[in-house]
């Protein structure tokens, strides 16, 4: 179980036990955000995009959309999102709990400048059902992210 796995991977920076678990689904911004009882831009969502053989994984604000202009002058590609099915094959997290927690070392993680705006924000637990509180800072290391980028539009009003 995906959740299993990240519970093991926090467990190394003692985490674990930070991990909220829910009676109701967290697999989307709103639904994650009616279940901690905030608002959805501190919802840290977690997309995966195609890179070769392989992928990246990026963590954004909850409000926040890919600029495809930003992300192909950052990665030098078109931002091409994995399939529901690609996603879990690739990451080991089915799409609704996809984290850069407990994930195979051949992918990138990387964190949006969207999320900084906030002192805590919740990512997912590799669950549709789950998530953790984390100053990002501590998403920043815990997700062991190449660097701070910036990929997003409409989160600060800007066209």
């Given at each position: 179980m995906s959740i299993e796995k990240v519970r093991?991977?926090?467990s190394a920076s003692g985490r674990d036990k930070d991990i909220m678990e829910f009676d109701v689904s967290s697999a989307t911004v709103d639904l994650a955000a009616?279940?901690?009882n905030v608002i959805p831009a501190r919802i840290t969502k977690t997309l995966a995009?195609?890179?070769d053989d392989s992928?990246?994984?990026i963590g954004m604000a909850g409000d926040?959309?890919?600029d495809?202009?930003?992300?192909?002058a950052?990665?030098?590609m078109k931002a091409k999102m994995l399939t529901p099915e690609e996603t879990l094959s690739l990451t080991g997290h089915a799409v609704g709990g996809v984290c850069s927690f407990g994930i195979p070392e051949n992918i990138d993680s990387y964190v949006d400048i969207s999320l900084k705006r906030f002192y805590t924000v919740f990512p997912a637990c590799g669950s549709s059902n789950s998530a953790i509180e984390l100053t990002c800072d501590e998403l920043f290391d815990l997700t062991k992210?190449?660097?701070w980028i910036d990929v997003c539009k409409d989160w600060n009003n800007e066209t």
């Open positions: 093991e991977y926090l009616a279940a901690l995009f195609k890179k992928c990246i994984l926040a959309k890919i495809n202009k930003k992300f192909k950052e990665f030098g992210s190449k660097k």
